[in-house]
Protein backbone atom coordinates (compact mmCIF):
# COMPACT_ATOMS: atom_id res chain seq x y z
CA UNK A 1 0.00 0.00 0.00
CA UNK A 2 1.56 3.48 -1.16
CA UNK A 3 2.22 5.94 1.47
CA UNK A 4 -0.47 9.24 0.64
CA UNK A 5 0.99 12.72 1.08
CA UNK A 6 0.40 14.13 4.24
CA UNK A 7 -2.49 17.27 3.90
CA UNK A 8 -3.51 20.12 5.91
CA UNK A 9 -7.09 20.86 6.78
CA UNK A 10 -8.31 24.05 8.52
CA UNK A 11 -11.79 23.53 9.99
CA UNK A 12 -14.01 26.45 9.78
CA UNK A 13 -17.65 26.74 11.21
CA UNK A 14 -20.36 26.61 8.62
CA UNK A 15 -21.70 30.34 9.91
CA UNK A 16 -18.31 31.73 9.15
CA UNK A 17 -18.48 30.46 5.45
CA UNK A 18 -21.70 31.40 4.73
CA UNK A 19 -21.09 35.18 6.18
CA UNK A 20 -18.15 35.49 3.57
CA UNK A 21 -18.11 36.96 -0.10
CA UNK A 22 -16.64 34.88 -2.87
CA UNK A 23 -14.24 37.45 -3.05
CA UNK A 24 -13.34 37.98 0.44
CA UNK A 25 -12.94 33.94 0.80
CA UNK A 26 -10.28 34.29 -2.51
CA UNK A 27 -8.09 37.09 -0.27
CA UNK A 28 -7.82 34.87 2.62
CA UNK A 29 -6.50 31.85 0.67
CA UNK A 30 -4.20 33.93 -1.12
CA UNK A 31 -3.07 35.88 1.72
CA UNK A 32 -2.58 32.18 3.90
CA UNK A 33 -0.28 31.33 0.34
CA UNK A 34 1.88 34.37 0.87
CA UNK A 35 2.57 33.53 4.64
CA UNK A 36 3.51 30.18 3.93
CA UNK A 37 5.97 31.50 1.58
CA UNK A 38 7.81 33.73 3.49
CA UNK A 39 8.19 30.71 5.81
CA UNK A 40 11.41 29.88 3.25
CA UNK A 41 14.29 32.44 3.65
CA UNK A 42 15.75 34.34 0.73
CA UNK A 43 18.74 32.34 0.52
CA UNK A 44 17.62 29.13 0.29
CA UNK A 45 15.94 30.06 -2.77
CA UNK A 46 17.57 28.52 -5.93
CA UNK A 47 16.48 31.78 -7.86
CA UNK A 48 18.76 33.99 -5.32
CA UNK A 49 21.98 32.11 -5.94
CA UNK A 50 21.29 31.94 -9.68
CA UNK A 51 20.85 35.72 -9.94
CA UNK A 52 23.77 36.05 -7.67
CA UNK A 53 26.29 33.81 -9.99
CA UNK A 54 25.10 35.58 -13.07
CA UNK A 55 25.90 39.48 -11.53
CA UNK A 56 29.33 38.30 -10.04
CA UNK A 57 30.21 36.81 -13.63
CA UNK A 58 28.97 40.18 -15.78
CA UNK A 59 30.99 42.33 -13.16
CA UNK A 60 34.51 39.51 -13.90
CA UNK A 61 34.31 39.66 -17.34
CA UNK A 62 33.43 43.79 -17.56
CA UNK A 63 36.54 43.78 -15.20
CA UNK A 64 38.81 41.84 -18.02
CA UNK A 65 37.17 43.88 -20.34
CA UNK A 66 38.54 47.25 -19.15
CA UNK A 67 41.99 45.70 -18.47
CA UNK A 68 42.38 44.35 -22.07
CA UNK A 69 41.61 47.63 -23.47
CA UNK A 70 44.29 49.77 -24.28
CA UNK A 71 42.66 52.87 -24.82
CA UNK A 72 41.18 53.28 -21.03
CA UNK A 73 42.13 57.10 -20.99
CA UNK A 74 42.79 57.03 -17.01
CA UNK A 75 44.21 52.82 -16.80
CA UNK A 76 47.41 53.26 -14.26
CA UNK A 77 49.76 51.91 -16.90
CA UNK A 78 48.44 51.91 -19.97
CA UNK A 79 51.03 50.41 -22.03
CA UNK A 80 50.57 47.25 -19.67
CA UNK A 81 48.93 45.88 -22.27
CA UNK A 82 51.66 45.74 -25.28
CA UNK A 83 53.33 43.16 -23.23
CA UNK A 84 51.62 40.75 -21.53
CA UNK A 85 53.02 37.48 -21.69
CA UNK A 86 51.28 34.52 -23.74
CA UNK A 87 50.31 32.45 -20.78
CA UNK A 88 48.21 35.40 -19.46
CA UNK A 89 46.63 36.19 -23.03
CA UNK A 90 45.71 32.81 -23.68
CA UNK A 91 43.83 32.47 -20.85
CA UNK A 92 41.59 35.62 -21.87
CA UNK A 93 41.44 34.72 -25.93
CA UNK A 94 37.62 35.24 -25.98
CA UNK A 95 37.87 38.08 -24.31
CA UNK A 96 40.25 39.28 -26.37
CA UNK A 97 38.22 38.31 -29.29
CA UNK A 98 35.31 40.69 -27.74
CA UNK A 99 37.79 43.37 -28.15
CA UNK A 100 38.58 43.15 -32.00
CA UNK A 101 35.93 44.81 -33.79
CA UNK A 102 36.63 47.91 -31.52
CA UNK A 103 40.33 47.59 -31.56
CA UNK A 104 40.04 47.70 -34.97
CA UNK A 105 37.42 50.30 -35.54
CA UNK A 106 40.26 52.60 -33.26
CA UNK A 107 43.30 51.73 -35.65
CA UNK A 108 41.17 52.18 -38.80
CA UNK A 109 40.52 55.91 -37.40
CA UNK A 110 44.42 56.80 -36.62
CA UNK A 111 45.27 55.41 -39.88
CA UNK A 112 43.46 57.47 -41.77
CA UNK A 113 44.73 60.61 -39.56
CA UNK A 114 46.62 62.91 -41.63
CA UNK A 115 48.95 63.26 -38.59
CA UNK A 116 50.43 60.04 -39.65
CA UNK A 117 51.14 60.85 -43.20
CA UNK A 118 54.68 60.71 -44.06
CA UNK A 119 56.35 63.67 -46.12
CA UNK A 120 57.17 63.92 -49.81
CA UNK A 121 60.73 62.46 -50.12
CA UNK A 122 60.79 63.61 -53.52
CA UNK A 123 62.98 60.30 -54.73
CA UNK A 124 65.78 61.07 -52.84
CA UNK A 125 67.86 57.44 -51.67
CA UNK A 126 71.21 56.84 -49.92
CA UNK A 127 74.22 58.01 -52.97
CA UNK A 128 77.60 57.09 -51.70
CA UNK A 129 79.59 57.20 -54.63
CA UNK A 130 82.94 58.22 -53.55
CA UNK A 131 85.77 59.25 -56.85
CA UNK A 132 88.05 57.27 -57.77
CA UNK A 133 91.04 59.12 -56.32
CA UNK A 134 89.23 58.21 -53.12
CA UNK A 135 89.61 54.70 -53.88
CA UNK A 136 92.95 54.91 -55.33
CA UNK A 137 94.15 55.85 -52.12
CA UNK A 138 92.38 54.04 -49.70
CA UNK A 139 94.66 51.50 -51.18
CA UNK A 140 97.75 53.19 -49.58
CA UNK A 141 95.97 53.80 -46.53
CA UNK A 142 95.32 49.96 -45.85
CA UNK A 143 99.11 49.45 -46.50
CA UNK A 144 100.59 51.34 -43.84
CA UNK A 145 101.63 50.50 -40.77
CA UNK A 146 103.35 52.85 -39.40
CA UNK A 147 101.01 55.54 -37.75
CA UNK A 148 98.37 54.71 -35.71
CA UNK A 149 96.26 57.56 -34.69
CA UNK A 150 94.29 57.23 -30.90
CA UNK A 151 91.04 59.38 -29.18
CA UNK A 152 89.28 60.12 -26.25
CA UNK A 153 85.79 60.86 -27.07
CA UNK A 154 83.54 62.20 -24.08
CA UNK A 155 79.82 63.21 -23.70
CA UNK A 156 76.50 61.02 -23.67
CA UNK A 157 76.11 58.41 -26.03
CA UNK A 158 74.86 60.99 -28.92
CA UNK A 159 77.38 63.11 -28.63
CA UNK A 160 80.22 60.51 -28.60
CA UNK A 161 78.70 59.04 -31.97
CA UNK A 162 79.65 62.75 -33.87
CA UNK A 163 82.95 62.80 -32.05
CA UNK A 164 83.55 58.93 -33.77
CA UNK A 165 82.33 60.00 -37.10
CA UNK A 166 85.15 62.82 -37.18
CA UNK A 167 87.19 60.56 -35.67
CA UNK A 168 87.35 58.31 -38.69
CA UNK A 169 87.79 60.90 -41.00
CA UNK A 170 90.50 62.62 -39.23
CA UNK A 171 92.10 59.45 -39.62
CA UNK A 172 91.57 59.23 -43.33
CA UNK A 173 93.19 62.92 -43.70
CA UNK A 174 95.95 61.59 -41.60
CA UNK A 175 96.22 58.56 -43.58
CA UNK A 176 96.41 56.29 -39.73
CA UNK A 177 95.36 53.62 -38.71
CA UNK A 178 92.82 54.01 -36.08
CA UNK A 179 92.81 52.92 -32.43
CA UNK A 180 89.17 51.70 -31.58
CA UNK A 181 87.92 55.51 -29.68
CA UNK A 182 88.35 55.35 -26.12
CA UNK A 183 85.12 57.03 -24.58
CA UNK A 184 85.57 58.72 -21.38
CA UNK A 185 83.82 57.93 -18.44
CA UNK A 186 80.90 60.18 -18.16
CA UNK A 187 81.47 61.85 -14.93
CA UNK A 188 77.75 62.75 -15.03
CA UNK A 189 76.17 59.46 -15.38
CA UNK A 190 79.22 57.42 -14.50
CA UNK A 191 79.26 54.69 -17.41
CA UNK A 192 81.95 53.03 -17.80
CA UNK A 193 81.42 51.31 -21.06
CA UNK A 194 83.64 50.69 -23.28
CA UNK A 195 83.69 51.18 -27.77
CA UNK A 196 82.39 47.35 -28.07
CA UNK A 197 79.74 47.40 -24.91
CA UNK A 198 77.74 49.75 -27.54
CA UNK A 199 78.56 49.06 -31.13
CA UNK A 200 79.05 46.39 -33.02
CA UNK A 201 83.32 46.71 -33.18
CA UNK A 202 83.43 43.50 -36.39
CA UNK A 203 81.04 45.78 -38.01
CA UNK A 204 82.44 48.49 -37.99
CA UNK A 205 86.24 47.33 -38.98
CA UNK A 206 84.16 45.59 -41.96
CA UNK A 207 82.06 48.50 -43.15
CA UNK A 208 85.22 50.82 -43.02
CA UNK A 209 87.66 48.05 -44.16
CA UNK A 210 88.15 50.51 -47.53
CA UNK A 211 88.23 53.73 -46.26
CA UNK A 212 90.03 53.90 -43.08
CA UNK A 213 92.20 50.52 -41.20
CA UNK A 214 90.11 50.14 -37.52
CA UNK A 215 92.74 48.44 -34.91
CA UNK A 216 91.96 47.29 -31.91
CA UNK A 217 95.11 48.07 -29.80
CA UNK A 218 98.28 49.00 -30.68
CA UNK A 219 100.75 46.73 -32.39
CA UNK A 220 103.44 45.34 -30.37
CA UNK A 221 106.00 47.25 -32.41
CA UNK A 222 104.58 50.90 -31.03
CA UNK A 223 103.22 49.73 -27.37
CA UNK A 224 106.50 51.32 -25.74
CA UNK A 225 105.69 54.43 -27.95
CA UNK A 226 104.72 57.53 -26.08
CA UNK A 227 102.14 58.90 -27.98
CA UNK A 228 102.29 62.78 -29.06
CA UNK A 229 98.89 64.48 -27.48
CA UNK A 230 97.90 67.56 -28.44
CA UNK A 231 95.11 69.53 -26.90
CA UNK A 232 94.95 72.69 -29.07
CA UNK A 233 92.55 71.63 -31.98
CA UNK A 234 91.06 75.02 -32.60
CA UNK A 235 87.00 75.39 -34.22
CA UNK A 236 86.28 74.27 -37.66
CA UNK A 237 89.65 73.36 -38.96
CA UNK A 238 89.76 72.09 -42.14
CA UNK A 239 91.53 69.19 -44.04
CA UNK A 240 95.03 71.20 -44.90
CA UNK A 241 95.10 72.74 -41.54
CA UNK A 242 94.82 68.77 -39.71
CA UNK A 243 97.52 67.85 -42.33
CA UNK A 244 100.28 70.22 -41.06
CA UNK A 245 99.73 70.96 -37.69
CA UNK A 246 99.31 67.11 -37.10
CA UNK A 247 101.81 65.60 -39.21
CA UNK A 248 104.33 66.12 -36.90
CA UNK A 249 102.97 64.47 -33.94
CA UNK A 250 103.95 60.72 -35.59
CA UNK A 251 107.40 61.70 -36.22
CA UNK A 252 108.30 60.13 -32.52
CA UNK A 253 106.80 56.77 -32.55
CA UNK A 254 104.48 57.20 -35.12
CA UNK A 255 101.15 57.70 -32.37
CA UNK A 256 99.42 60.33 -32.18
CA UNK A 257 96.86 61.13 -29.61
CA UNK A 258 93.66 63.37 -29.85
CA UNK A 259 91.17 64.68 -27.61
CA UNK A 260 88.08 67.45 -27.71
CA UNK A 261 86.97 66.22 -30.73
CA UNK A 262 83.47 67.52 -30.18
CA UNK A 263 82.46 70.17 -33.33
CA UNK A 264 85.58 71.01 -33.84
CA UNK A 265 86.31 69.34 -37.43
CA UNK A 266 84.85 71.89 -40.19
CA UNK A 267 81.43 71.02 -41.20
CA UNK A 268 82.65 71.88 -45.06
CA UNK A 269 84.22 69.30 -45.97
CA UNK A 270 85.11 67.81 -49.80
CA UNK A 271 82.55 65.33 -51.28
CA UNK A 272 84.14 62.30 -50.48
CA UNK A 273 85.11 62.88 -46.59
CA UNK A 274 81.14 64.30 -46.51
CA UNK A 275 80.48 60.93 -48.03
CA UNK A 276 82.53 59.07 -45.77
CA UNK A 277 80.83 60.87 -42.42
CA UNK A 278 77.37 59.18 -43.62
CA UNK A 279 79.35 55.80 -44.24
CA UNK A 280 80.11 56.17 -40.54
CA UNK A 281 76.99 57.44 -39.24
CA UNK A 282 74.35 55.45 -40.95
CA UNK A 283 76.28 52.43 -41.95
CA UNK A 284 79.08 51.45 -39.70
CA UNK A 285 77.94 52.50 -36.44
CA UNK A 286 75.66 50.03 -35.50
CA UNK A 287 74.74 48.81 -31.84
CA UNK A 288 75.64 45.32 -30.03
CA UNK A 289 73.17 42.61 -30.54
CA UNK A 290 72.31 42.55 -26.95
CA UNK A 291 71.09 46.49 -27.09
CA UNK A 292 69.61 45.78 -30.70
CA UNK A 293 67.68 42.54 -29.58
CA UNK A 294 65.84 44.91 -26.95
CA UNK A 295 65.25 47.83 -28.62
CA UNK A 296 63.54 46.26 -31.29
CA UNK A 297 61.45 44.06 -29.00
CA UNK A 298 60.32 47.47 -27.50
CA UNK A 299 59.80 48.82 -30.94
CA UNK A 300 57.29 45.95 -31.99
CA UNK A 301 55.60 46.35 -28.53
CA UNK A 302 54.18 49.95 -29.46
CA UNK A 303 53.88 48.71 -32.98
CA UNK A 304 51.74 46.02 -32.19
CA UNK A 305 48.47 48.08 -31.78
CA UNK A 306 49.24 50.69 -35.25
CA UNK A 307 51.29 53.31 -35.69
CA UNK A 308 53.06 55.49 -33.16
CA UNK A 309 54.92 58.86 -31.85
CA UNK A 310 57.89 59.02 -30.43
CA UNK A 311 58.79 61.75 -28.15
CA UNK A 312 62.59 63.26 -27.33
CA UNK A 313 61.17 65.30 -23.98
CA UNK A 314 64.39 67.43 -22.65
CA UNK A 315 63.29 68.02 -19.84
CA UNK A 316 65.68 66.96 -16.93
CA UNK A 317 66.87 69.06 -14.67
CA UNK A 318 70.75 70.02 -15.92
CA UNK A 319 68.62 70.78 -19.52
CA UNK A 320 66.57 73.46 -17.89
CA UNK A 321 69.92 75.11 -15.79
CA UNK A 322 72.62 75.09 -18.57
CA UNK A 323 69.61 76.22 -20.82
CA UNK A 324 69.04 78.95 -18.71
CA UNK A 325 65.07 78.32 -19.04
CA UNK A 326 62.41 77.58 -16.63
CA UNK A 327 60.41 74.35 -15.97
CA UNK A 328 56.91 77.04 -16.03
CA UNK A 329 54.92 73.76 -14.21
CA UNK A 330 55.06 75.44 -10.48
CA UNK A 331 56.35 78.17 -9.42
CA UNK A 332 58.35 76.41 -6.95
CA UNK A 333 60.05 74.26 -9.33
CA UNK A 334 60.80 77.37 -11.42
CA UNK A 335 62.25 78.75 -7.94
CA UNK A 336 64.63 75.65 -7.85
CA UNK A 337 66.18 75.95 -11.04
CA UNK A 338 66.95 79.93 -10.62
CA UNK A 339 68.48 79.46 -7.24
CA UNK A 340 70.55 76.30 -8.63
CA UNK A 341 71.55 78.86 -11.89
CA UNK A 342 72.35 81.28 -9.19
CA UNK A 343 74.67 79.08 -7.40
CA UNK A 344 76.50 77.75 -10.08
CA UNK A 345 76.66 80.51 -13.01
CA UNK A 346 79.03 78.83 -15.07
CA UNK A 347 76.50 76.00 -16.36
CA UNK A 348 75.49 77.89 -18.18
CA UNK A 349 75.75 77.59 -21.69
CA UNK A 350 75.36 80.62 -23.37
CA UNK A 351 73.49 83.84 -24.03
CA UNK A 352 74.00 84.92 -20.54
CA UNK A 353 73.16 88.50 -21.38
CA UNK A 354 69.67 87.13 -22.24
CA UNK A 355 66.61 87.08 -19.69
CA UNK A 356 64.61 83.95 -19.63
CA UNK A 357 61.92 85.65 -21.52
CA UNK A 358 63.82 86.74 -24.07
CA UNK A 359 65.39 82.99 -24.05
CA UNK A 360 61.69 81.83 -24.31
CA UNK A 361 60.49 84.05 -26.55
CA UNK A 362 63.57 83.65 -28.74
CA UNK A 363 63.02 79.60 -29.15
CA UNK A 364 65.95 78.71 -27.10
CA UNK A 365 64.13 76.90 -24.61
CA UNK A 366 63.12 73.38 -24.59
CA UNK A 367 58.96 72.85 -24.60
CA UNK A 368 57.44 71.61 -21.41
CA UNK A 369 54.89 69.16 -21.32
CA UNK A 370 51.66 71.65 -21.62
CA UNK A 371 53.44 73.40 -24.59
CA UNK A 372 53.94 69.54 -26.38
CA UNK A 373 50.51 68.95 -25.58
CA UNK A 374 48.89 71.92 -27.64
CA UNK A 375 51.87 71.83 -30.56
CA UNK A 376 50.42 67.99 -30.86
CA UNK A 377 46.77 68.81 -30.89
CA UNK A 378 46.92 71.57 -33.06
CA UNK A 379 49.31 69.44 -35.29
CA UNK A 380 46.12 66.79 -35.64
CA UNK A 381 47.65 64.12 -33.35
CA UNK A 382 44.79 61.49 -32.09
CA UNK A 383 43.83 61.51 -28.46
CA UNK A 384 44.54 57.64 -28.85
CA UNK A 385 48.02 58.32 -30.26
CA UNK A 386 50.16 55.74 -29.23
CA UNK A 387 53.50 57.84 -27.96
CA UNK A 388 56.98 56.71 -26.71
CA UNK A 389 59.03 59.07 -24.81
CA UNK A 390 62.73 59.00 -24.77
CA UNK A 391 65.26 60.81 -22.39
CA UNK A 392 65.80 61.07 -19.04
CA UNK A 393 63.58 61.88 -15.78
CA UNK A 394 61.45 64.86 -15.91
CA UNK A 395 62.38 67.55 -13.39
CA UNK A 396 59.83 67.03 -10.95
CA UNK A 397 58.66 63.18 -12.09
CA UNK A 398 56.21 61.63 -14.37
CA UNK A 399 53.84 64.18 -12.13
CA UNK A 400 55.67 66.90 -14.68
CA UNK A 401 53.75 65.14 -17.07
CA UNK A 402 50.57 65.07 -16.36
CA UNK A 403 48.96 67.61 -18.82
CA UNK A 404 50.57 65.78 -21.47
CA UNK A 405 49.00 62.47 -20.18
CA UNK A 406 45.99 63.74 -19.53
CA UNK A 407 44.81 64.57 -23.35
CA UNK A 408 47.28 61.63 -24.87
CA UNK A 409 47.15 58.94 -22.12
CA UNK A 410 48.72 55.91 -24.32
CA UNK A 411 52.24 57.41 -22.96
CA UNK A 412 54.99 54.80 -22.84
CA UNK A 413 58.16 54.80 -22.05
CA UNK A 414 61.07 51.83 -22.28
CA UNK A 415 60.48 51.29 -18.21
CA UNK A 416 56.75 50.44 -19.24
CA UNK A 417 57.18 48.46 -21.74
CA UNK A 418 60.32 46.08 -20.77
CA UNK A 419 59.15 43.33 -19.14
CA UNK A 420 60.64 42.44 -15.51
CA UNK A 421 63.97 42.26 -15.16
CA UNK A 422 64.53 42.92 -19.03
CA UNK A 423 65.75 46.54 -18.27
CA UNK A 424 67.92 45.31 -15.27
CA UNK A 425 71.58 44.52 -17.11
CA UNK A 426 71.23 48.08 -18.76
CA UNK A 427 70.27 50.19 -15.46
CA UNK A 428 73.46 51.54 -14.51
CA UNK A 429 74.88 52.47 -17.75
CA UNK A 430 73.55 55.64 -19.33
CA UNK A 431 74.71 54.65 -22.39
CA UNK A 432 72.49 51.42 -22.89
CA UNK A 433 69.60 53.06 -22.36
CA UNK A 434 69.83 55.80 -24.76
CA UNK A 435 70.80 53.66 -27.42
CA UNK A 436 67.22 51.54 -26.64
CA UNK A 437 65.34 55.12 -27.07
CA UNK A 438 67.34 55.63 -30.16
CA UNK A 439 66.06 52.66 -31.62
CA UNK A 440 62.99 52.95 -30.88
CA UNK A 441 62.92 57.02 -31.60
CA UNK A 442 64.28 55.53 -35.13
CA UNK A 443 62.14 53.07 -35.92
CA UNK A 444 58.90 55.21 -35.31
CA UNK A 445 56.07 56.17 -37.63
CA UNK A 446 56.49 60.05 -36.69
CA UNK A 447 59.28 62.01 -34.28
CA UNK A 448 59.84 65.20 -32.37
CA UNK A 449 62.25 66.56 -30.29
CA UNK A 450 61.31 69.01 -27.58
CA UNK A 451 64.81 70.87 -27.74
CA UNK A 452 67.36 70.49 -29.91
CA UNK A 453 70.95 68.77 -29.13
CA UNK A 454 72.93 65.89 -30.28
CA UNK A 455 70.03 62.86 -30.29
CA UNK A 456 67.48 64.79 -31.97
CA UNK A 457 70.27 65.61 -34.59
CA UNK A 458 71.69 62.04 -35.43
CA UNK A 459 67.90 60.99 -35.58
CA UNK A 460 66.69 64.11 -38.30
CA UNK A 461 69.74 62.75 -40.45
CA UNK A 462 69.33 59.12 -39.84
CA UNK A 463 65.29 59.64 -40.81
CA UNK A 464 65.93 61.45 -43.57
CA UNK A 465 68.76 58.89 -45.04
CA UNK A 466 65.68 56.14 -44.69
CA UNK A 467 63.57 57.89 -46.94
CA UNK A 468 62.27 61.28 -45.14
CA UNK A 469 60.32 59.96 -42.33
CA UNK A 470 58.37 61.91 -40.81
CA UNK A 471 60.29 64.33 -38.04
CA UNK A 472 58.50 67.53 -36.50
CA UNK A 473 60.48 70.49 -35.89
CA UNK A 474 58.65 72.56 -33.66
CA UNK A 475 58.98 76.15 -34.91
CA UNK A 476 59.62 77.50 -31.62
CA UNK A 477 60.52 81.26 -32.57
CA UNK A 478 57.47 81.73 -34.42
CA UNK A 479 54.79 79.72 -32.47
CA UNK A 480 55.46 80.92 -28.94
CA UNK A 481 53.58 84.27 -29.05
CA UNK A 482 50.15 82.46 -30.10
CA UNK A 483 50.92 80.22 -26.94
CA UNK A 484 51.13 83.19 -24.72
CA UNK A 485 48.05 84.36 -26.53
CA UNK A 486 44.90 83.23 -24.05
CA UNK A 487 42.63 85.55 -26.11
CA UNK A 488 42.89 83.27 -29.64
CA UNK A 489 39.95 80.68 -30.05
CA UNK A 490 41.50 77.40 -30.35
CA UNK A 491 40.29 76.35 -33.50
CA UNK A 492 42.04 79.11 -35.07
CA UNK A 493 45.25 78.27 -32.88
CA UNK A 494 45.34 75.13 -34.80
CA UNK A 495 44.60 76.75 -37.47
CA UNK A 496 48.05 78.65 -37.67
CA UNK A 497 49.97 76.50 -35.91
CA UNK A 498 49.58 73.62 -38.50
CA UNK A 499 50.23 76.67 -41.03
CA UNK A 500 53.47 77.64 -39.07
CA UNK A 501 54.83 73.48 -39.45
CA UNK A 502 53.62 73.09 -42.86
CA UNK A 503 57.18 72.73 -44.06
CA UNK A 504 58.92 71.57 -40.96
CA UNK A 505 57.48 68.09 -41.18
CA UNK A 506 60.76 66.30 -42.65
CA UNK A 507 60.78 67.39 -46.14
CA UNK A 508 64.40 67.05 -47.94
CA UNK A 509 66.47 70.15 -46.94
CA UNK A 510 69.40 70.53 -48.66
CA UNK A 511 72.52 71.09 -46.45
CA UNK A 512 73.88 73.68 -49.08
CA UNK A 513 71.26 75.77 -48.04
CA UNK A 514 71.57 75.31 -44.35
CA UNK A 515 75.87 76.99 -43.88
CA UNK A 516 77.53 75.77 -41.50
CA UNK A 517 74.91 72.54 -40.79
CA UNK A 518 76.45 68.82 -39.99
CA UNK A 519 75.88 66.64 -43.26
CA UNK A 520 75.31 63.75 -40.88
CA UNK A 521 71.88 65.88 -40.01
CA UNK A 522 71.18 67.40 -43.98
CA UNK A 523 72.41 64.53 -45.49
CA UNK A 524 70.77 66.04 -48.82
CA UNK A 525 72.39 66.82 -51.71
CA UNK A 526 75.89 65.01 -50.35
CA UNK A 527 74.73 61.72 -49.41
CA UNK A 528 71.35 61.56 -51.06
CA UNK A 529 70.35 61.68 -55.03
CA UNK A 530 67.13 61.32 -57.02
CA UNK A 531 66.47 60.22 -59.93
CA UNK A 532 64.97 63.69 -61.44
CA UNK A 533 66.82 67.02 -62.39
CA UNK A 534 63.55 68.89 -60.59
CA UNK A 535 65.19 69.62 -57.42
CA UNK A 536 69.60 70.30 -57.41
CA UNK A 537 72.14 72.45 -55.77
Known amino acids: MTKSKMQAYISVPAQIINSLSSSSLQSL ?17 PMFWFLCFFLCFFLVILKIGFNLNPLVPFSPNPCSFLHQESSFANGFVSNIENNVGFLKKVEENQEQSEFWKQPDGLGYRPCLGFSREYNKWSGKNAKDRTRYLMVVVTGGMNQQRNQIVDAV ?3 RILGAALVVPNLQVNVIWGDESEFSDIFDLDHFKKVLANDVRIVSSLPST ?17 PQWIRTNYARLFRGGGVALLRGLDSML ?5 SDLQKLRCKVAFHALKFTAPIL ?4 KITERMRSTGPYLALHLRMEKDVWVRTGCLPGWTHEYDKMISNERKLRPWLLTSKSNMTYHERKLAGHCPLNALEVTRLLKALGAPKNARIYWAGGNPFGGKEALLPLIGE ?3 LCNKEDLALPGELEPFASKASFMAAIDYIVAENSDVFMPSHGGNMGHALQGHRAYAGHKKYITPNKRLMLPYFLNDSLPEAEFNQIIMGLHRDFLGQPEFRTSKSGRYVTKYPVPECMCNDTNLHTS
Not at 266 to 270: F, N, Q, R, V, W
Open 266 to 270: SKDLP
Open 293 to 296: ELGN
Open 29 to 45: LLSLKKSAKKKNPLWER
Open 169 to 171: VIA
Open 408 to 410: FPN
Open 222 to 238: HLTSRPMEDRQMPANVT
